[in-house]
């Protein structure tokens, strides 16, 4: 099973930019979110998600932009790329309920440089 | 979401049995408690998951008093591969979405 797949894992970007990061599950789970891990400052919630078409804020959310148009995709869009972003980012997922609701799957992460 | 409270760090030596306690003295009836262990330059992974008095599985043993107000997760004769941050999360199962993260504990094992 591949689970959560997050490409790319690492890219270098300008201030300025744009780029997306793709997340998908193979899992059929309602619930994803995108975190941002720094230094020192655990995994802070970015955006997260409870089914195709429903997109909510998370802590950080602030210079990004997300959809979900399908079950198994969650992209991650910076708009304009700043140093402050240079993170480790984590796509996460999980199911609605059942006895495995609380079992959270993450992606191998995303590492992002903003120069 | 429960606040927790747990150690930023703890350091130990190889063969012996670690315990991290968290305490969320606001847990709600239908929360679960669920640690996480994540690894340097990987994501979070699952390892155990309570309600009430002690859970165990391959990795870790979780024990949870009466009145749930604090956890204990316990790893028998670390290894210098358990060096990890360890996370205590508390939220219902299922239901409910907006999930965050502390900092965690840094557990160092030391050879």
């Known amino acids: 099973n591949a689970g959560v797949t997050q490409t790319p894992k690492f890219q270098v970007l300008k201030t300025g930019q744009s780029m997306t990061l793709q997340c998908a599950q193979d899992?059929?789970?309602?619930?994803m979110s995108w975190y941002r891990q720094d230094p020192g400052m655990g995994l802070r919630l970015i955006h997260y998600?409870?089914?195709?078409?429903?997109?909510d804020q998370g802590e950080v959310p602030n210079g990004y932009n997300v959809s979900r148009s399908t079950t198994e995709d969650f992209p991650l869009r910076l708009l304009s790329a700043a140093p402050s972003q240079t993170s480790v980012y984590f796509c996460?997922?999980?199911?609605?309920?059942?006895?495995?609701?609380?079992?959270?799957?993450f992606g191998e992460g995303s590492w992002l440089t903003v120069v | 979401l429960a606040k927790t409270t747990q150690p930023i760090s703890m350091d130990s030596y190889e063969g012996q049995e670690v315990n991290i306690t968290c305490s969320h003295n606001n847990i709600a009836t239908n929360d679960y408690i669920t640690w996480y262990q994540q690894f340097p330059s990987q994501g979070p992974r699952f390892i155990i998951q309570?309600?009430?008095t002690k859970v165990t599985n391959e990795v870790a043993s979780l024990f949870i008093p009466a009145d749930r107000k604090s956890s204990t997760l316990s790893l028998p004769r670390v290894s210098l591969s358990d060096t990890a941050v360890y996370y205590c999360?508390?939220?219902?199962?299922?239901?409910?979405?907006?999930?965050?993260f502390g900092i965690g504990t840094k557990l160092q094992v030391i050879p």
């Open positions: 309570g309600y009430k």
């Open positions: 999360l508390v939220f219902p199962r299922g239901g409910y979405q907006k999930v965050t």
């Open positions: 899992m059929n789970h309602e619930y």
């Open positions: 996460a997922s999980r199911a609605r309920q059942g006895a495995s609701g609380n079992t959270i799957y």
């Open positions: 998600s409870v089914g195709a078409g429903i997109t």
